[in-house]
């Protein structure tokens, strides 16, 4: 039997790696413009093998270069994709209890999770604001720092209440339009810029709160919140998903479930 038809028990592992860390790479780029970057990728990889095995010493020539080349090419084209997928492995990290109070001891020192206080505040203000279909964005930081879209806006530094929230959000509030960053136990900044997202799988209904509030998921594991001001309706993002909610009773349980696991 020819050496290339001989599989070994390592070489089937081998194999069930890489089509994991395939999978894996697609369930993150899944309904973004880089999936069709990312097929390509492959196509133009499995045609280099095929032209490595046929011995077509030229044509292989110029993939070998245009492969290492591409590498690079790789880092700046998903470079949103992958600190996307690192801060999903660091965050699965820190799930467990113990494990997270050791992270913010180490490298968050002094950081106040959110309160169970400042949960009612945020569930009262989006009940209210829901009630009068205010619209709002807000991004509450966890273990991604927030200060680069802090910077965008304007500095607050108030303790989290429902009438600043409502009032930051009022239609003739002068900060009302872009969103809240609230850390630390506080809310930090408002009139905040988001990324915009990219995905395709954002429903054309969502208006550009939502975009911007999917935008900032998947570059960060902040939780953001999302009220409608179309129809006062209530979702939540997180690593890119966008949930709808049901009410203020299924805001309070995420916020609990996210902070205080």
């Not at 590498?71 to 084209?77: P, Q, R």
């Not at 809310?187 to 990324?195: E, K, S, V």
Request: glycine content about 8%; aromatic content about 8%.
């Amino acid at each position: 039997m020819p050496d290339f038809l001989r599989l070994h028990i390592i070489d089937i592992l081998d194999i069930l790696l890489v089509g994991l860390l395939i999978y894996q790479v697609y369930k993150i780029i899944r309904g973004t413009a880089a999936v069709n970057i990312f097929i390509g990728i492959l196509f133009v990889y499995f045609i280099w093998l095929i032209v490595k095995a046929l011995h077509m010493e030229l044509l292989s020539s110029i993939l070998d270069k245009v492969i290492s080349v591409g590498v690079l090419a790789l880092i700046v084209v998903f470079q949103q994709e992958i600190r996307r997928f690192l801060l999903q492995l660091g965050s699965r990290y820190t799930k467990d209890g113990k494990r997270k109070e050791l992270f913010n001891s180490l490298f968050r020192p002094g950081q106040e999770m959110l309160s169970k206080q400042d949960v009612e505040e945020i569930v009262h203000a989006c009940s209210r604001m829901s009630d009068r279909k205010t619209g709002a964005l807000i991004a509450i930081e966890r273990f991604a720092s927030l200060a680069f879209i802090e910077e965008t806006g304007d500095r607050v530094d108030a303790r989290v209440h429902r009438r600043l929230i409502e009032n930051v959000f009022f239609k003739n509030s002068p900060l009302h339009d872009g969103g809240m960053v609230i850390s630390h136990g506080r809310i930090q900044a408002a009139r905040c810029t988001f990324p915009m997202s990219e995905s395709q799988g954002i429903p054309p209904y969502f208006g550009m709160r939502h975009k911007a509030g999917a935008g900032l998921s998947e570059q960060t594991d902040a939780f953001i919140i999302v009220v409608s001001e179309q129809t006062g309706n209530i979702a939540t993002m997180q690593d890119g998903i966008i949930k709808s909610l049901s009410g203020v009773a299924e805001l309070r349980f995420d916020l609990e479930s996210a902070f205080h696991e």
